[in-house]
């Protein structure tokens, strides 16, 4: 198994709630297919580097995780039909 990492923005006007679910149904995802849950670290709201949808902010979250490598294909492409996520990216941790 491969070491990942996966870093998304949320939209900023978002309920806490929709936040935490949205969170939990990534970790799902992760899950489902195999993968490991390692370390989810929230950010919280940060100013973004430039505006994204006439907005300045975001809510970050990180979350590190093992899995086999057809798995960020699909949280991918997950996460880009998701309303509620603005940015994502996928990071694999052991390529040097």
């Known amino acids: 198994m491969t070491?990942?990492?996966?870093?998304?923005?949320l939209d900023p006007v978002s309920?806490?709630?929709?936040?935490?679910?949205?969170s939990e149904r990534?970790?799902?995802?992760?899950?489902?297919?195999?993968?490991?849950?390692?370390?989810?670290?929230?950010?919280g709201m940060r100013k973004l580097a430039?505006?994204?949808?006439k907005k300045n902010e975001g809510y970050y979250?990180?979350?590190?995780?093992?899995?086999?490598?057809e798995l960020p294909k699909e949280l991918d492409r997950r996460l880009r039909i998701?309303?509620?996520c603005m940015r994502h990216i996928i990071v694999?941790?052991?390529?040097?």
């Open 3 to 9: 070491n990942y990492e996966v870093m998304y923005i």
């Open 61 to 69: 979250t990180v979350i590190e995780f093992q899995a086999e490598p």
């Open 50 to 53: 430039y505006p994204i949808q």
């Open 26 to 43: 990534v970790q799902g995802v992760i899950t489902e297919n195999g993968g490991v849950v390692g370390n989810v670290d929230v950010w």
């Open 82 to 84: 998701a309303d509620i």
């Open 15 to 22: 309920e806490d709630a929709e936040k935490e679910a949205f």
């Open 92 to 96: 694999n941790k052991d390529e040097k």
